[in-house]
């Protein structure tokens, strides 16, 4: 008997991915599979609104990938620098109101926006901690001022189905590597994640394979900065290399030349991020980019299917 069906739509410079997946019991089911790429960045189009032609293209490819999707969820995967979001905390008992009030204003400051009105914000709890002998809940916010929330919107205005939850490459990318340690029976531990792309690079830490922390930078692009801000992230957060168990990298420059530094600040080898042998989803589909580039758009559909 089937679950549930859920889909995703990730966003990445000019590419634009969408999957399907079906999971019936524990089995995950791949329904569908594909992508475009345009001749301009789609990311950059939604966050500065430069004209409305070019997303009129992207949301009639989006139509035509995702048309008739019996999905009952979806999520809408963007990277991390293409929106504001970050970690918070706040203390564990709040009101929902409470909560509410504490987001918006931490959002307003982080964005320089005078009216928390003036913000599309979502939040999600990610785990509890002890600081300072008190116990606290640590959040992860997303925030795109209205006008952008207003254009993902319309960029996914035919698509039958729920309105998409917005989520960032990064908290997919805990989805999968988390889906993977329950595979493997090795929820214990850190896990840690390197996405590498042409612009960026983003971090994902997993403990106990539930998501922990995420961070990205512009700068990391070289293997050598990529370690080396991989280091940093860890030291911030008070977690020793030592103790991460499991090394990952996805993107679409996460090929070999990514391991000789890794290995040897973290003394194993990084292993690629694949969510289809390592989900094992059963699919018909092919794909031509590298496996570990589908990572965000499989883990968006994956968080959308989760409460």
């Known amino acids: 008997m089937t ?35 345009f001749e301009f960045e789609v990311a950059m189009h939604l966050r500065d609104g430069a004209g409305n032609d070019p997303l009129d293209q992207v949301r009639a490819a989006i139509r035509e990938m995702l048309g008739g999707t019996e999905a009952a969820s979806m999520g809408l995967v963007v990277h991390p620098l293409d929106v504001y979001n970050f970690f918070m905390p706040v203390p564990t008992g709040l009101s929902d109101q409470a909560r509410e009030r504490r987001v918006a204003y931490q959002a307003a400051l982080v964005t320089d926006t005078r009216s928390s009105e003036a913000l599309h914000t979502t939040s999600r709890s990610v785990r509890i901690a002890e600081r300072n002998g008190e116990e606290i809940e640590w959040l992860h916010v997303l925030a795109v001022p209205q006008a952008v929330e207003d254009r993902f919107e319309s960029l996914v205005s035919t698509v039958p189905g729920p309105d998409p939850l917005r989520i960032v490459s990064t908290e997919a990318a805990a989805e999968v590597m988390q889906r993977r340690a329950e595979a493997d029976e090795e929820t214990e531990g850190y896990s840690f994640a390197i996405g590498a792309y042409p612009g960026h690079t983003e971090y994902t830490l997993t403990h106990e394979g539930t998501w922990h922390h995420a961070h990205a930078a512009q700068e990391a692009r070289a293997p050598e900065n990529r370690t080396y801000y991989a280091a940093g992230v860890l030291n911030r957060i008070g977690v020793p290399m030592a103790e991460v168990e499991n090394l990952f990298v ?8 990514t391991d000789g530094p890794l290995e040897t600040v973290f003394d194993r080898r990084a292993v690629s991020l694949d969510p289809f042998d390592g989900l094992g989803l059963a699919s018909e589909q092919s794909h031509e980019d590298a496996p570990s580039t589908y990572v965000p758009c499989i883990g968006g559909a994956l968080r959308a299917q989760s409460p």
């Open 3 to 37: 679950q549930s069906i859920s889909a995703a739509i990730h966003i990445q410079g000019s590419t634009v991915r969408i999957v399907e997946l079906e999971r019936e019991e524990t089995t995950l089911r791949l329904r569908r599979l594909d992508s475009a790429t």
């Open 250 to 257: 996805y993107g679409p420059e996460a090929d070999a030349s």
